[in-house]
């Protein structure tokens, strides 16, 4: 309990749990890429085997900000953090900040 009083007085949302990170980006894609997708393993490039662009992956970002009820420094996201679904679950799981 007290680990995670001390994480809400931070403002970062280590909670947000990183299978539920992964399980939000698999039910985003589909409506941010606009065609069906089944649900995709950590390791698919983002990029390179789903045509994710800079837009999409600026609209795949608040879309999980809008999904998980956080926010996310957009500024902060490197290449590498967008490399995969896994390491995009990363980032998201360990950056982000709590809305109040």
């Given at each position: 309990?007290?680990?995670?009083?001390?994480?809400?007085?931070?403002?970062?949302?280590?909670?947000?749990p990183?299978?539920?990170?992964?399980?939000?980006?698999?039910?985003?894609?589909?409506?941010?890429?606009?065609?069906?997708?089944p649900?995709?393993?950590?390791?698919?490039?983002?990029?390179?085997?789903?045509?994710?662009?800079?837009?999409?992956?600026?609209?795949?970002?608040?879309?999980?900000?809008?999904?998980?009820?956080?926010?996310?420094?957009?500024?902060?996201?490197?290449?590498?953090?967008l490399?995969?679904?896994?390491?995009?679950?990363?980032?998201?799981?360990?950056?982000?900040?709590?809305?109040?």
């Amino acid at each position: 309990m007290e680990q995670v009083i001390e994480q809400e007085s931070t403002g970062r949302d280590e909670g947000v749990p990183r299978a539920r990170v992964v399980e939000s980006i698999n039910l985003l894609l589909p409506r941010v890429l606009k065609r069906e997708l089944p649900a995709q393993s950590e390791e698919v490039c983002l990029f390179d085997e789903l045509g994710l662009t800079s837009a999409s992956t600026l609209a795949l970002i608040l879309e999980l900000e809008e999904e998980l009820d956080i926010q996310i420094e957009v500024e902060e996201i490197g290449q590498d953090d967008l490399r995969s679904l896994g390491t995009l679950a990363d980032y998201v799981s360990t950056h982000a900040i709590t809305e109040d």
